[in-house]
């Protein structure tokens, strides 16, 4: 399984951005797909996860009601709907892939893009 981000870059305090995650070398629908975000010198942290139906969705206390995840099937790509976007979002962004019986565990997403940075001025 292959995960590639992209959409991230540099904006201002209540602009909006769309990351999209394209998967490649499985089976899609198979797979929770989630989205985390490391700023430097701090741990990881769960910013959304969306199941394999699509029907059930996840948000981090601090994006949620901003954030919103979204799959589209026929594309094998994941999407991130940042709104609102304030200078503590600013992080690198990651796609991230697994089957997790904890959706917010980090540890349990096996497969992991290559990040994509976000930056909020203000």
């Known amino acids: 399984v292959q995960l590639q981000a992209s959409g991230g870059g540099s904006v201002h305090t209540g602009d909006s951005l769309r990351l999209s995650c394209e998967f490649s070398g499985g089976i899609f629908g198979r797979y929770v797909i989630g989205w985390f975000r490391q700023v430097p010198g701090r741990e990881r942290g769960f910013v959304a996860a969306?199941?394999?139906?699509?029907?059930?969705?996840y948000y981090g206390d601090s994006t949620k009601g901003r954030f919103t995840i979204a799959r589209d099937h026929s594309k094998s790509t994941a999407y991130l709907q940042m709104n609102g976007l304030k200078p503590e979002d600013t992080a690198v962004y990651y796609c991230?892939?697994?089957?997790?019986?904890?959706?917010?565990?980090?540890?349990?997403?096996?497969?992991w893009g290559q990040g994509t940075l976000v930056t909020v001025s203000s």
């Open positions: 991230i892939a697994g089957k997790p019986s904890n959706i917010t565990s980090l540890g349990e997403y096996v497969y």
């Open positions: 969306i199941l394999w139906n699509a029907g059930n969705t």
